[in-house]
């Protein structure tokens, strides 16, 4: 059954602080891994999308990982911003990238 | 980048009642949208695939004849939830597929939040 697991469910930072989210998943065969941001109220926004060949990809200060022999990803957090409070989501397509399949999200509170 | 739109971004309903939500590919032709529910705290569900010209693929539980699903263009893409009751309500968004995107790109819409009375 392919699933995606992230952690933490909750963050609470201070603003300025950096922070990192983990994602695991058993999806196969593995197609590409994607992190979306989600605002409360509002549809997810693409941040980074990875194959199985990239390691690291960066989109201003948000840096994704992926280990695709351990099948787990991290996205990485730099000198977060008040704005970067939101659900960050995990979502790993198997075959040719057509079924996504979504994990539950961590709710990231950045605060003064 | 793609832009999706969906309308209304809430809408609130008397049970009984059918409620239509539009969701439009602004800048693009998307021949494939999906339909997503979200509760609260919880992952999107894929709800049903729409493909333009042809009937909607649904997931497995969803409801077909309470879920209508047209795309009757490029463009364009409705969801008439019918005969609407308060478990229905829910945080529905849709996602257009860019064939010109890579990695068969989706995009996904604002959302709309829908309450059932």
Aim: proline share 4%; with cysteine; aromatic share 10%.
């Amino acid at each position: 059954k392919n699933q995606v697991e992230q952690s933490p469910q909750s963050l609470i930072i201070l603003e300025g602080k950096n922070c990192t989210l983990q994602c695991n998943y058993t999806v196969s065969p593995f197609s590409n891994l994607r992190w979306y941001k989600q605002d409360t109220g509002r549809g997810p926004v693409s941040l980074t999308i990875m194959t199985f060949s990239e390691n690291t990809k960066s989109n201003g200060r948000y840096t994704a990982t992926l280990d695709a022999d351990t099948k787990q990803s991290s996205l990485h957090i730099t000198a977060s911003q008040l704005s970067d409070s939101a659900s960050y989501i995990c979502v790993v397509s198997a075959n040719s990238g057509y079924a996504l399949n979504f994990g539950k999200g961590t709710s990231l509170l950045v605060t003064p | 980048g793609a832009v999706v739109s969906q309308h209304p971004s809430w809408v609130i309903c008397k049970s009984g009642t059918s409620v239509k939500i539009e969701c439009r590919s602004l800048d693009f032709q998307a021949t494939t949208m999906f339909w997503y529910r979200q509760f609260p705290k919880q992952s999107l569900m894929l709800m049903a695939t729409s493909n333009e010209g042809s009937k909607a693929t649904y997931e497995q539980g969803v409801e077909k004849d309470k879920f209508l699903i047209n795309h009757a263009s490029l463009t364009l893409s409705t969801l008439t939830v019918t005969s609407a009751h308060p478990e229905d309500s829910s945080f529905y968004i849709c996602s257009a597929r860019d064939p010109q995107g890579g990695f068969y790109e989706q995009y996904f819409g604002p959302g709309t939040r829908l309450t059932v009375t």
